[in-house]
Nanobody
Framework: QVQLVESGGGLVQAGGSLRLSCAAS????????MGWYRQAPGKQRGLVAT???????NYADSMKGRFTISRDNAKNTVHLQMNSLKPEDTAVYYC?????????????????WGQGTQVTVSS
């Protein structure tokens, strides 16, 4: 199995910045696409950004130019640099990974989620 642990959330004023990090851990696994999603109160969870193992990125339109996703394949970590934050960015941010782990001669692919980290932007 693969575990994801996020860090870096918190409270920030509008216009400020935060950097989220997520580390994947486990045994005998390979992480493919990693990404960030967010869920605001009363809303569905939605895409923030994703990044493939080769570095191809995809952003939700409202994040383009303000957020930057990056990853360190050697450390199985993904980061989200968030600049020019707005009150409407307030949400729980979840790390996501598509990963394959190997056990007993078999491979298992799955979609994994972190526990979420709260980001609050005050006006």
């Amino acid at each position: 199995q693969v575990q994801l642990v996020e860090s870096g959330g918190g409270l920030v004023q509008a216009g400020g910045s935060l950097r989220l990090s997520c580390a994947a851990s486990g045994s005998a696994f390979r992480v493919n696409t990693m990404g960030w999603y967010r869920q605001a109160p009363g809303k569905q969870r939605g895409l923030v950004a994703t990044i493939t193992s080769s570095g191809t990125t995809n952003y939700a339109d409202s994040m383009k130019g303000r957020f930057t996703i990056s990853r360190d394949n050697a450390k199985n970590t993904v980061h989200l640099q968030m600049n020019s934050l707005k009150p409407e960015d307030t949400a729980v941010y979840y790390c996501n990974a598509e990963a394959t782990y190997y056990s007993g001669g078999y491979s298992y692919s799955g979609n994994y989620w972190g526990q979420g980290t709260q980001v609050t932007v005050s006006s």
